[in-house]
């Protein structure tokens, strides 16, 4: 018999789970998409990579054997990677992880490293390039294909719980989003990976990664033989609220400033709520 939406996520997200996310900050989660919703996914990036929207970048050297590419906040216009976010177990986890009364969708985001790809992800936190302030989010790290341990996504355990640390261009190292000295710079993690609590996971199709959106993460290039598509969700919850940057988030949200004041909930059309307490998932 297949499962429903709440059976698998009441098997996987257990008590221990929910609070290894609360003191880790990053958590793995095996087996949570079946077969055909990972196939539906793969086919939805496909899609994307075939037609990047205006916000899609490089994120690669032009010298770099492979390839690294990324696009952003496609969901309305993409229907494979809607009918994921709406049906699969997705908004159920992040509900079940943040808790709370309702959980909104903050937007999504596709990245693609394609073999031979060097470009490393530098270390960083997600939550001081965003136009968001609180502590109620969760990221999700969805790969449809497999991810050798080298290649993931690692974290710094209980680096969520701050300080925010500046955050600088990937290219350039510049600081764009807060004045320069206004954060502390972040340590040579990779430099002194022993002196760190470093967690990190091989990853199959169905398997995700579920992280806070301030604890420091970063991944490696993909080898000769490895392609790596993976779709990340963020989701926010009822604290969160809106907090206008003097540069362009990452993501951008044209016209955001002007139709949502500076403090103000995430009631917006563009994050709709996707699951409520005692309802569970709720249609967009």
């Known amino acids: 018999m297949t499962e429903t939406i709440q059976q698998r ?21 095996r087996n949570i998409f079946s077969n055909d919703e990972v196939a539906l996914l793969r086919k939805a990036i496909d899609h994307n990579l075939s037609a990047p929207s205006p916000r899609a970048k490089v ?20 229907a494979g990677y809607r009918r994921f976010i709406m049906e699969s177990p997705a908004p159920s986890v992040a509900g079940a992880l943040v ?8 937007h999504d985001h596709v990245l693609v490293k394609e073999p031979n790809t060097r470009q ?19 990221s999700m790290w969805i790969p449809v294909d497999p991810v050798a341990r080298e290649s993931t996504l690692e974290f710094v355990a209980g680096s969520h719980r701050g300080p ?25 993690i990779e430099r002194h990976r022993s002196a760190y609590p470093i967690l990190g996971w091989a990853l199959e199709p169905g398997d ?4 806070h959106m301030l604890t420091l993460h970063a991944s490696g290039g993909v080898g000769g033989d490895r392609r790596r598509r993976a779709f990340s969700l963020r989701f926010i919850g009822e604290d969160i609220r ?7 988030t990452s993501p951008d949200f044209p016209g955001l400033k002007e139709a949502l004041a500076e403090d103000a909930p995430m009631a917006h059309p563009l994050f709709p709520v996707l699951w409520r ?3 569970g998932q709720v249609s967009a």
């Open 242 to 248: 809106h907090k206008p940057r003097p540069w362009r």
């Open 59 to 78: 994120a690669s050297h032009p010298d770099d054997p492979g390839w690294f590419f990324e696009d952003f906040c496609n969901w309305q216009d993409n």
């Open 277 to 279: 307490a005692g309802e």
């Open 208 to 211: 995700m990664v579920c992280f």
């Open 99 to 106: 808790g709370g009364e309702v959980v909104r969708l903050y």
């Open 9 to 29: 996520v009441a098997r996987a997200v257990t008590e221990d789970l929910v609070e290894a996310f609360r003191t880790d900050g990053a958590v793995c989660i």
């Open 164 to 188: 925010w640390l500046m955050p600088r261009t990937f290219m350039e190292s510049e600081a764009r989003w807060f004045p320069e000295g206004s954060l502390a710079d972040l340590p040579d």
């Open 120 to 138: 490393r992800t530098p270390w960083h936190q997600d939550q001081p390039y965003y136009n968001i302030a609180g502590e109620m989010n969760i």
